[in-house]
């Protein structure tokens, strides 16, 4: 079985300051992870994703996202908001033989001018 | 390329009626999904289909039924809508690339409202 938890439904921050969103993993296999970002109105849009071949993975619009086995985490991260990143975040994991992702219950970013 | 697309984009109901929600892909995917995604709740897996031919329940299952009409649609239906249905649905599609890693694609949605 596998699960995701997000830490914290809300995270506000100013322009310009450090993005940090966290994500834990619980699963039996060895796991893929992926971060989808959600815009208003809209479907989800695939930002960065853990194949095991790199823990230190860099995505779309300057994110990245480290694996850090010991500490079943995967969290995102970006140096510098930009107004444009306020959006709903989604971690997600998948494994083993099933076909199914396994999504958080995701993350609001609000960026602050 | 459209990627996955979903028809309608909007739809009101009452509550009783029946209504199918479509969904198709233009990538060649194997595996097709349905969700729905309510306040709080994340995205939650209604119906699968790992594969043309077959389809499996996923987290939240009743009150839907699925068809896999061919490689490309796959649609969601709803037999008696109820207000606890109503939700934004995402479709999605994926092509494991290896056993496990499961990337997906997902449709624009469908905003459905039973009154």
């Known amino acids: 079985a596998q699960s995701v938890t997000q830490l914290g439904s809300h995270v506000s921050v100013s322009e310009g300051a450090l993005v940090l969103l966290r994500c834990n993993y619980s699963?039996?296999?060895?796991?893929?992870l992926f971060w989808y970002v959600q815009y208003p109105n809209q479907g989800l849009q695939l930002l960065l994703k853990y194949t095991s071949a790199a823990t230190l993975v860099k995505g779309i619009n300057g994110f990245e996202a480290e694996f850090k086995k010991s500490e079943t985490s995967f969290h995102l991260t970006k140096p510098s908001a930009h107004m444009s990143d306020a959006a709903e975040y989604f971690c997600a994991v998948s494994g083993g033989s099933n076909y199914k992702l396994t999504f958080g219950k995701g993350t609001l970013l609000t960026v602050n001018p | 390329n459209a990627g996955v697309t979903q028809t309608p984009k909007f739809q009101v109901l009452k509550t009783g009626q029946s209504m199918t929600l479509q969904c198709a892909q233009d990538m060649n995917h194997n595996s097709m999904y349905w969700y729905r995604q309510d306040p709080g709740m994340g995205l939650r897996l209604i119906y699968y289909s790992a594969s043309e031919g077959t389809t499996d329940k996923g987290e939240v299952p009743n009150g839907y039924n699925v068809s896999r009409l061919n490689k490309r649609e796959f649609s969601l239906r709803l037999e008696s809508a109820a207000p606890s249905q109503t939700s934004v649905y995402f479709c999605?599609?994926?092509?494991?690339?290896?056993?496990?890693?499961?990337?997906?694609?997902f449709g624009p949605g469908t905003r459905l409202t039973v009154l």
């Open positions: 999605a599609s994926s092509a494991p690339q290896k056993q496990g890693l499961n990337e997906q694609f």
């Open positions: 699963s039996s296999v060895p796991p893929y």
